[in-house]
């Protein structure tokens, strides 16, 4: 177990590792078992964030050709599907060089983008590099001068994957072995956003030159009844609006249309990018200040702080005819923070709306944007 740990909030929370230092201890230790040709209890990796993980070798075998032995996947207090699943690595002897393989439950690469090429199994290159050096560091120790055969295989991993976004990222048979830092830190920001990044990454390797952002299931449903898209193309972005945007002009899109709920993106009528609530709120300040520019009657605007939920203030506003104004105003403060955020460098629009109520909020763009990307996405 890793006695790692981090805050979110107020929670103290332990940090596991990625099924890249499993792999790369699994290896490391089957090669030394294989040139010892004597079984170990444990394997020692040093993470490429500087932490060093000891961690227990499970089902070692030892043949005179090869050597075989597992690390148990230790997810920490991370709600990861793949906690205390086991990572195989069989090594082999070779002539020269490093080969890295995939077995059973690891999946293989179908689409352009991602880390590794078609055709190729989804082992990344920050593994990749764990595992050669975890490797090569055994045969220095023992004055070895040939080459290793590793085969990575996780015996779960084929089910696990139907429960990821694997299938859709085309990468098929299995799941990934992945990690950057070789450490996974609980509800880790940064595995959302390379997730964010990596789907976009494919979008433009397939030749989209517009990106659809939606932000969870109701954006999807609300496109699945009412737009002509094809949702297998769109990227989830959940609550990182602006770290999405950043990524779109990093990968060189051209366009990026926003869909979702009223209740999140009306936020962007603040400039507010990241719309999880624990980051800032801002809803009904928002609707009040539209809301008065609009001339919407200040009683009803009083009442708005009290409400919970957008479609709650909408309950009370639609009983003034200039609501629809101020949702207005609120589609052109919602655009210009969103030129301002790409600094007026690509056509940027969003979508907003609420099926209670029944209401489509479109920035100026909007009806454009979803026609080039209707064409596009066909």
Do not use: W
């Amino acid at each position: 177990m890793l006695d790692a740990y981090i805050f979110r909030g107020t929670e103290h929370l332990r940090c596991g590792y990625t099924t890249g230092s499993c792999a790369a201890a699994a290896a490391k230790a089957a090669a030394e078992m294989l040139l010892t040709q004597e079984t170990l209890s444990f394997s020692d990796i040093v993470t490429p964030k500087g932490i060093v993980l000891h961690l227990d070798v499970l089902c070692p075998e030892v043949q005179q050709r090869s050597a075989v032995c597992a690390i148990r996947k230790d997810g920490g207090d991370d709600p990861d599907i793949t906690n205390g699943i086991l990572i195989f690595a069989e090594v082999s002897c070779i002539s020269q060089g490093i080969v890295i393989t995939g077995g059973k439950g690891v999946g293989k690469v179908t689409k352009p983008g991602l880390d590794q090429p078609v055709g190729e199994y989804a082992i990344n290159s920050v593994p990749r590099k764990m595992i050669t050096d975890a490797v090569m560091e055994i045969a220095e120790r023992y004055d070895y001068h040939g080459g290793f055969q590793v085969v990575i295989s996780i015996p779960e991993g084929e089910e696990l994957a139907q429960k990821t976004f694997n299938p859709r990222m085309g990468i098929v048979g299995g799941i990934s072995v992945i990690g950057t830092s070789g450490i996974v830190e609980p509800m880790s920001h940064t595995a959302l956003i390379d997730t964010i990044r990596v789907e976009a990454r494919m979008r433009r390797a397939e030749g989209c030159r517009s990106l659809l952002l939606t932000l969870g299931n109701y954006s999807r449903n609300f496109i699945q009844k009412s737009m002509p898209f094809a949702l297998e193309k769109s990227v989830k972005c959940s609550n990182f609006i602006g770290e999405a945007l950043e990524i779109a002009l990093e990968l060189g899109f051209e366009n990026v249309l926003i869909v979702g709920h009223l209740g999140k993106l009306v936020k962007l009528g603040a400039g507010i990018m990241n719309t999880h609530s624990a980051q800032a709120d801002g809803r009904m300040d928002v609707l009040i200040t539209c809301g008065l520019l609009a001339g919407v009657d200040c009683g009803l605007l009083r009442k708005l702080p009290e409400c919970i939920t957008v479609d709650a203030a909408l309950d009370i506003l639609k009983s003034d005819d200039r609501m629809e104004q101020a949702l207005t105003i609120l589609a052109k403060r919602a655009e210009r923070y969103l030129n301002v955020k790409v600094k007026q460098t690509i056509e940027i629009g969003a979508v907003m709306f609420s099926d209670k109520h029944s209401i489509v909020i479109k920035t100026k763009s909007a009806d454009m944007l979803i026609e080039k990307i209707s064409e596009e996405y066909q």
